[in-house]
């Protein structure tokens, strides 16, 4: 009984520790989809802000890359349009619960990150 209790906390352990390093990478990539979401050269020349989803979920996506995550994120502009979400999930592998009748290989974990876009006065 000692046994499958440890094999349990060492699974919930793997399936925490999946869970923040996703957090941490969909904090960077909303930073990145928010910098790189903007048109440099609309931003310098003309002083506007010209967002582009395309833009933004490509710089998202490569963040998440660089983090070891191989996942496609949602990117969306909120509807005032001062931030940047980014929704990911990806799948966390189970050690020990694979080999207990009933328990899974792997879970589902999620990640939500926003970032502010900074508008010029």
Do not use: C, W
């Not at 490569?62 to 996942?71: Q, S």
């Not at 929704?87 to 009748?101: D, G, N, Q, T, Y």
Request: aromatic fraction near 6%; charged fraction near 20%.
């Amino acid at each position: 009984m000692v046994i499958v209790l440890a094999a349990m906390a060492v699974d919930q352990s793997i399936i925490f520790m999946r869970q923040r390093s996703l957090v941490a990478a969909a904090q960077a990539a909303a930073n990145d989809a928010a910098g790189y979401g903007i048109d440099p050269d609309r931003f310098y020349d003309e002083n506007v802000v010209d967002f582009s989803l395309e833009r933004a979920a490509a710089a998202a996506t490569a963040a998440l890359a660089a983090h070891g995550f191989d996942v496609v994120p949602t990117v969306r502009l909120s509807d005032d349009g001062a931030e940047v979400e980014v929704r990911v999930e990806a799948e966390a592998e189970s050690l020990f619960a694979k080999a207990l009748p009933g328990g899974t290989p792997s879970t589902t974990v999620r990640a939500t990150a926003t970032a502010l876009l900074l508008v010029p006065a």
